[in-house]
Each structure stands twice: as C-alpha cells, then as structure tokens.
C-alpha cells in the first residue's frame, strides 16, 4: 500500500478488526480532529437524516463520488440501484471491494468518463473541489458524466461562524480568498496524505457557481450547522 494513504489503511485496520481505530485529522483552521473509523462504516439507520434524503433522492445509475468505506454504495446496491463507487484511496477501493461492493473505481473524478443519472457526494463530499478555481473545473466536467435529465447531490457546509468571536462578530482576512477555502492534512499510524485544499461553501455563492454554468440549483435539506444538501440539474 502506498504510504500516503491513511484512510486506505485505516479502514483495511477496522476490516480485519480494529474497530477503535481513529483517523487524526490536522487543518488551518480548528484544534486536531479525530474521526472514528466506525463512523464510515454505518449503516442506513446510522447515517444522518441528510444523508437519507439524499440516498432516496437517487435515481438511475449512481456514481458515488469519494465514496469512502462504501457505506452509501452499499446501501444503494442493497436497494437494487446500478450503483459505482469511486474513490481516490486504493486501500479504501480494495475495502468496497471486499465488502461487495461490484462496481468499484480507484480514480481520479476528472479521469472518469461514463454516463450518469446521479452524482452522488456525500460527507461534504463537493470539498473535492478543493477551491472556487476548482469548482469551476469540477462543474464543468461533470457536464459530461450526467446523462440527459442528471443530476448531482451534493453536501456541504457555511462554515462563517467558526470565524464568528464571542460576541458573535465575524473578522475576516479578505486577502486570504474565500473563508471556505480550508487545507487539511490527515494522519493514521504512520500514513500521512501532506496537506491538501478543501472547499466548504455556502449555498448563495454554489448557487451563483452552479448557474454559471448552466445548472439549475436547489437546497433539499439545512441541517443545524450551516450543512446542507443540494441539487444541481441541466435543463434540457
């Protein structure tokens, strides 16, 4: 396995029985993070009512876009979707793969080609996207992996108020770009990722992105925290 990939391994670890293993996760914005890798293998009644929502919102043939342990993948596989889960992490592909998961790409999105009804992106799974830049280019490939009436679900989060200050003013740098522009860096036992851009971005500034190019947009669910889940269609 190639020793930048924590996540691979950490949940090839919990498959072959450590089930307390936890993912440290480093970023330059907040404390270390720790996520339990249970946590990415729930099954639907352990996941979040958002990502409930989204799984019954599928349609057609699914791309499940960083799809991680493959707990959306394999929920939609039970269902009877046509359903292929891609992800970046070779030890995470082999992981779906090892649960049962049939179709599995261990990929970049922008070297998948394909045609899709939904794309699926979960777990603020847009953060791919790394920064607005990228958004840009991830909008527009994806153009060509949704079939004619597609569609993409995605998650994400406002995350203006882990600027907010007691007193629930907001101060930011406006020459350090955009406040959800965010870099992580992720570590398990002694993998390490190096650190990597994220995006978290709020529905106004999605919206204007999305019809930028050419997609209608829409909010299917606000959650608690500033997270929500949309819907990005092509009309025909």
Same mark, same amino acid.
Do not use: W
């Given at each position: 396995m190639i020793n930048n990939d924590p996540i691979g391994l950490a949940v090839s670890d919990y498959l072959a029985g450590e089930k307390n293993a936890e993912i440290t996760v480093e970023s330059n914005?907040?404390?270390?993070?720790?996520?339990?890798?249970?946590?990415?293998?729930?099954?639907?009644?352990?996941?979040?009512?958002?990502?409930?929502?989204?799984? $019954?919102?599928?349609?057609?043939?699914? @791309? %499940? &876009?960083?799809? #991680? !342990?493959?707990?959306?993948?394999?929920?939609?596989?039970? $269902?009877?979707?046509?359903?292929?889960? @891609? %992800? &970046?992490?070779? #030890? !995470?592909?082999?992981?779906?793969?090892?649960?049962?998961?049939?179709?599995?790409?261990?990929?970049?999105?922008?070297?998948?080609? #394909?045609?899709?009804?939904?794309?699926?992106?979960l777990m603020n799974g847009i953060g791919i996207a790394s920064t607005l830049h990228g958004l840009d280019r991830f909008l527009e490939h994806t153009k060509s992996l949704l079939s004619p009436d597609g569609q993409i679900l995605l998650e994400s989060s406002d995350i203006l108020y882990m600027y907010e200050d007691e007193d629930g003013s907001v101060v930011l740098d406006l020459n350090a770009g955009y406040y959800g522009e965010v870099k992580y860096n992720m570590k398990y036992k002694e993998q390490e990722s190096g650190w990597f851009d994220w995006l978290f971005i709020d529905p106004a500034i999605l919206e204007d992105y999305a019809n930028k190019h050419g997609y209608t947009f829409e909010v299917l669910y606000e959650g608690d925290m500033g997270n929500y889940l949309a819907k990005l269609t092509l009309p025909q």
């Open positions: 914005l907040a404390d270390d993070d720790f996520i339990p890798v249970a946590y990415l293998f729930r099954d639907e009644s352990e996941m979040p009512e958002m990502e409930q929502v989204a799984l $019954q919102e599928c349609k057609g043939r699914v @791309l %499940d &876009i960083g799809a #991680g !342990a493959g707990c959306h993948a394999l929920t939609l596989q039970k $269902q009877g979707f046509d359903v292929t889960a @891609l %992800d &970046i992490s070779e #030890g !995470a592909a082999n992981a779906m793969r090892q649960q049962g998961v049939k179709q599995v790409l261990n990929q970049n999105i922008f070297d998948v080609t #394909g045609k899709y009804d939904t794309l699926l992106l």
